[in-house]
């Protein structure tokens, strides 16, 4: 598995995290008593008792966070949408990029949910004696003032980090039950990725007609792109609509024969003849079965693309022999 699709199926229910939350809000307490068990027994004498003192937790600080939670998930999920955040690569230097890419969002939740969580909290605890010079000393000081933002933070962070790594992981399993067999496991298909162990993938692949919809043979396809949103495959029958992402068919696709140039193509490596640098650290590749298109490709991944090349060029492949005979040498300039 090279990309990682983000169906954020996680962050699009915002209180799949209520657990999560409650387990976070419990330790904060646990460690509360801890830390400062004096200001804690104290906390405990001004309730009536055990019942007392736990439905104040309950209702006076977990309930209100639900809130905050809410928010804080709305604000991961609508992030991902806006900046287009639809897949991540699998590499270091990639999740780091995306992990990091959110720090913004969650330092500057806490304008968008404190007044919410903060009066949610006054009106629960308080109930049914409202106090206004009591709401003054012990919630106002915290409504948008530097001393509540700094209190807020660290559990901002830890709660938004995560509900993030989460999605990312429930993600990334879904993922691999796609690239693997459908009568595998999600583990026995993590046993696979985790040991290199090879797998079969995909030789055909549903494309849609204006009469209906036909299955291809992958290697007889020569692009796969997207634009606008849409997916589509290049065969020598023509030009079809298809329902899988690239990301999905980055991971299920062999690597032998299909690359990567960018985000919104794959190559078939066997139809593929000539390199060429064209501007600002890019190359444009081509081919004779798609005259005309220009298929642009970073720098960045230029020896990633000699490496599937030559790997491609040393498979033997009798299907593809009369076409690669007449192919124009490489350009590398």
Known sequence: MKTL?????????????VTILFIIVLLYELLSWAI??????SAYKYSTGLLSYVLNWFFGLYVPELITLYIIVVLLDKFHVFFKFHELA?????????????????????????????????????????????????YFVYLYTFEGYISYTPFVLLL??????????????????????????????????ASGTPRNYTQVIEAKLSSGDTLLNVKECFLFETVTGEY???????????????????????????????????????FFESYAYWEKGKY?????????????????????????LE?????????????????????DR
Do not use: C, W
């Open 5 to 17: 699709e983000l169906n954020r199926s996680f962050l699009k229910k915002p209180f799949n995290g």
């Open 36 to 41: 400062n068990p004096d200001f804690r027994l």
């Open 90 to 138: 699998l590499t270091t230097k990639s999740i780091v990029r995306y992990e990091l890419s959110f720090l913004p969002v969650l330092l500057l939740s806490y304008f968008f949910f404190i007044p919410i969580t903060l009066h949610t909290r006054y009106f629960l605890r308080e109930f049914p004696y409202y106090d206004l010079e009591r709401y003054k000393s012990q």
């Open 160 to 193: 938004g980090y995560i509900l993030l790594n989460t999605s990312l992981i429930l993600d990334f399993l879904q993922n691999l039950k796609k690239a693997s067999s459908s009568n595998d496991s999600v583990f026995s298909a993590f046993a696979s990725f």
């Open 232 to 270: 589509f495959v290049e065969h020598s029958k023509g030009r079809y609509t298809i329902s899988k992402s690239l990301a999905e068919l980055e991971n299920e696709l062999d690597p032998k024969y299909f690359f990567r140039g960018n985000r919104n193509y794959i190559l078939n490596l066997d």
């Open 284 to 308: 444009v590749l081509s081919s004779s079965k798609l005259p005309g298109k220009q298929l642009i490709m970073p720098r960045a991944r230029m020896q990633s693309f000699k490496e599937a």
């Open 311 to 331: 790997n491609n060029r040393s498979t033997s492949k009798p299907y593809t022999t009369e076409f690669i005979s007449s192919t124009s040498p490489l350009l």
